[in-house]
Antibody
Framework: EVQLVESGGGLVQPGGSLRLSCAAS????????MHWVRQAPGKGLVWVSR????????NCADSVKGRFTISRDNAKNTLYLQMNSLRVEDTAVYYC??????????????WGQGTPVTVSS | DIQMTQSPSSLSASVGDRVTMTCRAS??????LNWYQRKPGKAPKLLIF???SLQSGVPSRFSGSGSGTDFTLTISSLQPEDSADYYC?????????FGQGTKLEIK
């Protein structure tokens, strides 16, 4: 079964750090681009960051630039999101998602169940 | 950044109705437009990619159309299980902005 499972979320104080992980199973992670998307309570979906299949290229939203870093370990079939200098407004459920980038069209076809991050003092 | 505007923000329809919702991009994005369904407590689900391609396993009552700046998601015959939030997302250039969502309720 194709599956993504996030972990690493939790409660952290403003200014703190967390590292989220996304374990892939049922498919070869190295064949796919990957994304992180978040959803704050009562709000819509927000794209956070993207990484290409071999990890050589990344992009992220302006709101997290310089604070969040996406990375991957294809040998371990795992995607990561290192989150530093966390702010209250980063509170959200964080999802990882797979992107086949089929024929040059990006879309997120498999999603994890999400891991909640709460930034609060 | 390319902004995405969905309308309406919410709608209510009856089982069997034909439902249409729209998404407008602030600049041309060719066909780089995806639609997702989000139900409470569940991960988002890809419905339509590349503006009009039906994702595998998605019922054929869902369809997408449009190109450039204006896009439409249509449900041809609404079913009770279609009650959800629907989001469009542009994948033409980063940041891959989502629309604010359309909340679909069943009367």
């Amino acid at each position: 079964e194709v599956q993504l499972v996030e972990s690493g979320g939790g409660l952290v104080q403003p200014g703190g750090s967390l590292r989220l992980s996304c374990a892939a199973s049922g498919f070869t992670l190295s064949s796919y681009w990957m994304h992180w998307v978040r959803q704050a309570p009562g709000k819509g979906l927000v794209w956070v960051s993207r990484i290409n299949s071999d990890g050589s290229s990344t992009n992220c939203a302006d709101s997290v630039k310089g604070r969040f870093t996406i990375s991957r370990d294809n040998a371990k079939n795992t995607l990561y999101l290192q989150m530093n200098s966390l702010r209250v407004e980063d509170t959200a459920v964080y999802y990882c998602a797979r992107d086949p980038d089929s024929n040059g069209f990006s879309a997120m076809d498999v999603w994890g169940q999400g891991t909640p991050v709460t930034v609060s003092s | 950044d390319i902004q995405m505007t969905q309308s309406p923000s919410s709608l209510s329809a009856s089982v069997g109705d034909r439902v249409t919702m729209t998404c407008r991009a602030s600049q041309r994005i060719r066909s780089h437009l995806n639609w997702y369904q989000r139900k409470p407590g569940k991960a988002p689900k890809l419905l339509i990619f590349a503006a009009s391609s039906l994702q595998s396993g998605v019922p054929s009552r869902f369809s997408g159309s449009g190109s450039g700046t204006d896009f439409t998601l249509t449900i041809s015959s609404l079913q009770p299980e279609d009650s959800a939030d629907y989001y469009c997302q542009q994948s033409y250039s980063t940041p891959y902005i989502f629309g604010q969502g359309t909340k679909l309720e069943i009367k």
